[in-house]
């Protein structure tokens, strides 16, 4: 089938590997909205590592200019030209995982890095936008099939190998990312409603699952498999669905805030003091005592948010707010407009990838989700995130920019 | 361009999208919905969190108030405890090795040792690591000379109490330890958890007045570190600029400087207690020495006694709970009888016995039963109608027909059996409350024991639970009681507040401690004229020269000397049980008599009581007496030298 649908695409006449041209039809919204909030990160950024650890947003910067050049270049490269290589790249980093996999495994540890000679990578992280291209190459072979049910479970055939992988690194957020990406996508490309919700269901049973898990809990218990010569001393019971001990430790405090606030609970804690005493108008850039007394933890990677929070205080908040989403609906309306599925498929996948990050990280520091580790893009310290983030966009902003295929606006199309 | 040339373009999709977008929207106006709520709606909330996570209030100790003796002599005071610490942030990297090398040769601590409590701070580099505790003063200049070539290394001083005489009135001025059941009651007068407070003595007393005030730092605090107190040049605790992590701390208000606590300044009379315990050692007992006009405490011995040096420590935690003080200090507070941390002045109760009489012949003079003439035949003993027994007089042969003045002075006891049938047990309880028996003295020390002097109400209730004919008071109970017999019971500072009524003219004094407190102006309770009877009977029991048989107390006789005393010894057991050993000697420790010996200077100027009780001492004529004269004779000495500092406890005064 592979082979197929790769002559399909070769032979349309209206491929164009790479058309530099394609920069002139670059999207100036998308550009603002990237470039306004990566300013807004690296204000943030300079706050909160002052001048102590300033190299830190030297690196940003540098992470910000390479993914950049790698975005121009997305940009110039026909997406479908990309999309044609899904099922290789999809291979690849199968295989990747399983060398995480196993490099860890002979290690004696869980292992989330690779060591490829001078550059490490980690090849979840990439596994997001590969997952995207190959659900996109996967839905548009596969056309109006896809409300056939055996071509529906297959997608999770495909986006299942991966994610359990990377689950058993163990890696929950990352693979928490495939849920959300995948029920959208097959959501666009337009499987049957009924189908979507079985799957939504299914879904949602699981909290049960996690209440009857959670029900036993004790965090201060000995981990399960833990052998005593003490017959008093309590061990949890075996996790159901194979959570790690820390991993329940987060949920718990999760769920009960007011257990060991300087434990688990205190990030939580400490974020909500921090961004509920910014109140309206903040305390001002370079004012916030939170961060400067070290109460906020992570204050330069997955809490950075409540920093802005702090020192920006609402006013400050809704406009990174309204500026992701105008990037999100602006990203929404290439997916609607583009006349063709992987094009539309595209965008859906990474609008879908970048809108959960930016809600999950959100609401981590808000306290209405436990703490999971997932990024907030353009504001968090991680180089190789930002220059994920800043691929997405590349390829994002290559979508209308493809030559003949200008958007198709509400009105030329009736 | 048109939508139809393209083959995957299904109906909907758009649609589909514009869902997906909706439910993005939805996702995010959540977000800011929950913002509003924590940053508008509870803004104060979290902003009075954010605050207190901000400063930190840290304490500057204080100085506890010193202790004066009579003489204006230091009885505690708070010695400089002089630590030597060294905060590696403060020493570049480089230089460590080698200060830590100088101060192994500077001070003789292993440089390993320090190495290793530097190794477990490491974490926090502004930590001060304790190189050497509580140095002699030679230590501290050597190290004040170096300082040069010793970055980072530096003197904190902390105050210590220090009783300087030992253990001589150790149970006077008792002891501090950690705040413990007092702190829900204290807690509004600003103690803390582990706050050192005084736990017995005149420390206890007074702690509200020796306690002063500590002072306040309020410095920033970091979610890691915690400020370290350092000392300045005048000797005062203050903040040291980093905290243990190194954060760099501002201070964020006006410091406030601790204050001192109050001085206090005591009756007692330094070489006269040191006298008076010396006098005692080797025995069991009390003795105690008023001013018999102010009821100020001159001496309140009690042997044996203890140390409160060994209480003190600045910190419980401190690398010396396992020391030998410490293991001393366990073993004081569960000690056995006789247990050194209880005072017998005051706290223990003796049957009074003879020392009674004077109360009884004071009483019987003043509702007119006797007058200085009335005698009764002593055959030397003493019978009740309707008793099965008989009482017997200390002299078998008995005393002959005697008046009270004789009776004082040979503590005839038929006689007393007579007089106190005559009073009835009311009249002796009355009188007894009255001259400061079988009720507190009101001391201002912790733990008085009111003792007692039995009441036909106390039998009833004491036997309660048994037959009615148990519960009765029989004259023969009150015949017991006369000589200070039965259940009768006084404490030695009782006795000694009974003799000075009779000293100072038949006023019944408030024995106290503290200058300040003024004891509370009462009422006559005795007339010239039972005074002069009372104290001629008792000058005669102490006279040498008196016509035979001499009196009790002769071994207290000074020439030149009105010296006025009553001896006394309170029966354990019965005589009939005495009788049973041929030989004095031969008498069980424990079964002998403890001796009493009441005494009273009236020409000498200030007048003073003394009381004298040895325990199991047999007789207050041979075993009390001659004590109470070289207690008088101390206190009147020609040449008052000051007493000898017990210790000095290492640092040179």
């Known amino acids: 089938m592979a082979a197929r649908s790769l002559e399909y695409q070769i032979r349309d006449a209206s491929i164009r590997v790479v058309n530099w041209n394609n920069l002139r039809r670059m999207d100036w919204m998308i550009i603002g909205c990237v470039l306004l909030l990566a300013l807004a990160g690296f204000l943030t950024l300079y706050s909160a590592c002052r001048s102590m650890e300033i190299e830190l947003l030297y690196r940003q910067i540098g992470g910000f200019l390479i993914g950049t050049v790698l975005a121009v270049c997305l940009t110039a490269v026909d997406y479908r030209f990309l999309v044609s290589f899904a099922p290789l790249a999809y291979g690849i980093s199968v295989l990747l995982l399983l060398a995480v996999e196993l490099t860890g495994y002979m290690a004696g540890g869980s292992e989330r890095w690779l060591e490829l000679g001078p550059i490490r990578i980690q090849p979840s992280e990439m596994t997001k936008l590969v997952m995207v291209f190959m659900l996109t190459w996967y839905f548009h072979v596969l056309g109006r099939r896809i409300r056939k049910l055996h071509w529906f479970i297959l997608t999770f055939v495909i986006v299942g190998v991966p994610t359990l992988l990377i689950l058993a690194q163990p890696n929950l957020g990352t693979a928490a990312t495939m849920a959300p990406l995948t029920l959208a996508m097959l959501w666009v490309a337009g499987c049957r409603m009924w189908h979507l919700a079985a799957v939504v269901l299914v879904g949602l049973s699981i909290f049960p699952v996690v209440y009857l898990e959670m029900k036993d809990f004790d965090p201060e218990a000995a981990p399960f498999g833990t052998v005593t010569d003490n017959p008093e001393a309590k061990v949890n019971p075996k996790s159901m669905l194979g959570l790690k001990d820390y991993q329940k430790k987060r949920i718990y405090a999760f769920l009960h805030p007011d257990y060991d606030p300087k434990g688990s609970g205190w990030h939580t804690t400490q974020s909500k003091i921090t961004i509920g005493s910014g109140g309206l108008s903040g305390k001002g850039y370079l004012q916030g005592t939170q961060t400067r007394l070290n109460y906020l933890p992570e204050h330069h990677t997955d809490f950075i948010f409540s920093l802005l929070g702090e020192e920006q205080g609402f006013i400050g908040v809704c406009i990174v707010i309204a500026l992701f989403a105008a990037f999100l609906f602006r990203g929404l309306m290439f997916a609607r407009d583009c006349p063709e599925m992987q094009g539309t498929l595209l965008a859906t996948g990474i609008v879908t990838v970048l809108a959960f990050h930016i809600f999950v990280n959100i609401a981590v520091t808000v306290g209405v989700m436990p703490v999971t580790g997932i990024p907030l893009p353009f504001l968090s310290y991680g180089r190789s995130f930002y220059i994920t983030v800043m691929a997405c966009v590349g390829v994002l902003l290559s979508i209308p920019a493809r030559p003949h295929m200008r958007f198709v606006h509400r009105k030329g199309v009736s | ?653």
């Open chain 2, 1 to 653: 361009m048109d939508s139809e040339k393209e083959p995957n373009r299904y109906e909907g999709v758009s649609t589909r999208v514009q869902l997906l977008a909706l439910a993005i929207a939805l996702a995010l106006t959540l977000l800011c919905a929950r913002f509003w709520q924590l940053q508008i709606v509870n803004m104060h909330e979290y902003a009075v969190m954010a605050r207190d996570n901000q400063v930190w209030e840290k304490r500057l100790p204080s100085d506890r108030g010193l202790i004066f003796g009579r003489n204006g002599e230091v009885l505690a005071d708070n010695r400089a405890s002089a630590d030597i610490v060294f905060v590696p942030g403060e020493c570049p990297e480089e230089q460590r090795e080698h200060v830590v090398q100088r101060l192994e040769a500077l001070l003789k601590v292993p440089a390993d040792s320090i190495l290793s409590r530097m190794q477990a701070t490491r974490g926090a580099p502004f930590q001060q690591v304790v190189v050497k505790r509580d140095v002699v003063k030679e230590d501290r200049v050597r190290v004040e000379e170096h300082s040069a070539e010793l970055p980072g290394v530096l003197v904190v001083v902390a105050p210590q109490r220090r009783y300087l005489y030992g253990e001589t009135g150790g149970q006077i001025l008792g002891f501090l330890g950690e705040i413990s059941s007092e702190l829900d009651e204290w807690k509004p007068m600003g103690y803390r958890m582990g706050d050192i407070v005084g736990k017995g003595g005149i420390e206890r007393v007074y702690e509200h007045d020796l306690r002063g005030q500590d002072g306040y730092a309020v410095v920033t605090k970091y979610a890691s570190g915690r400020p370290e107190i350092r000392t300045d040049r005048r000797g005062l605790p203050v903040v040291s600029p980093r905290d243990s992590q190194g954060h760099e701390l501002r201070e964020e208000a006006a410091r406030r400087n601790p204050v001192s606590g109050e001085e206090l300044y005591l009756t007692i009379d330094m070489g006269l207690q040191k006298a008076c315990e010396d006098i005692l050692r080797g025995e069991v007992g009390a003795i105690v020495v008023l001013n018999a006009d102010t009821g100020g405490v001159l001496a309140l011995a009690s042997m044996p006694t203890y140390d409160p040096n060994v209480f003190v420590t600045r910190d419980p935690n401190c690398e010396h709970s396992d020391t030998l003080e410490n293991c001393e200090r366990l073993n004081l507070l569960r000690a056995p009888e006789p247990n050194p941390m209880f005072s017998r002045a005051y706290r223990e109760n003796y049957p009074p016995g003879s020392v009674f009489k004077v109360l009884l012949a004071a009483a019987a003079l003043e509702e007119g039963i006797i007058d200085e003439h009335s005698t009764f035949f002593c055959p030397g003993k003493f019978q009740i109608n309707g008793a099965g027994r008989a009482w017997h007089c200390w002299r078998r042969s008995g005393h002959g027909s005697v008046n009270v003045r004789e009776a004082l002075a040979y503590s005839c006891d038929v006689f007393f059996y007579n007089v106190g049938l005559r009073l009835g047990v009311d009249k002796i309880n009355e009188w007894s409350h009255k001259m400061g028996l079988g009720v507190k003295t009101g001391i201002d020390l912790p733990g008085e024991n009111p003792a007692l002097i039995p009441s036909p109400e106390w039998k009833a209730e004491l036997f309660a639970s048994k037959p009615v004919w148990d519960q009765k008071w029989y004259p023969g109970d009150t015949v017991n009681l006369s000589i200070g017999q039965g259940s009768a019971a006084a404490t030695p500072l009782q006795c000694a507040v009974l003799t000075a009524a009779i000293v100072n003219g038949g006023y019944r004094i408030q024995p106290h401690l503290n200058v300040e407190l003024d004891p509370k102006e009462s009422a006559r309770l005795l007339s010239e004229k039972t005074i002069e009877i009372v104290q001629a009977g008792m000058l005669q029991c102490v006279e040498k020269q008196s016509p035979a048989p001499t009196g009790t107390g002769k071994a207290a006789y000074i020439e030149g000397m009105k010296i006025m005393g009553k001896t006394g010894s309170a029966q354990v057991m019965s005589l009939k049980h005495h009788e049973q050993f041929a030989n004095e000697e031969d008498i069980p420790y424990e079964f002998r008599d403890h001796a009493w010996f009441v005494a009273g200077v009236l020409d000498r100027s200030p007048r003073i009581s003394v009381c004298i009780l040895v325990e199991h001492g047999h007789h207050g004529s041979s075993a009390a007496a001659p004590l109470a004269k070289d207690v008088i004779e101390y206190f009147y000495r020609e040449d008052p030298t000051p007493p000898v500092l017990a210790r000095l406890d290492g640092t040179p005064q």
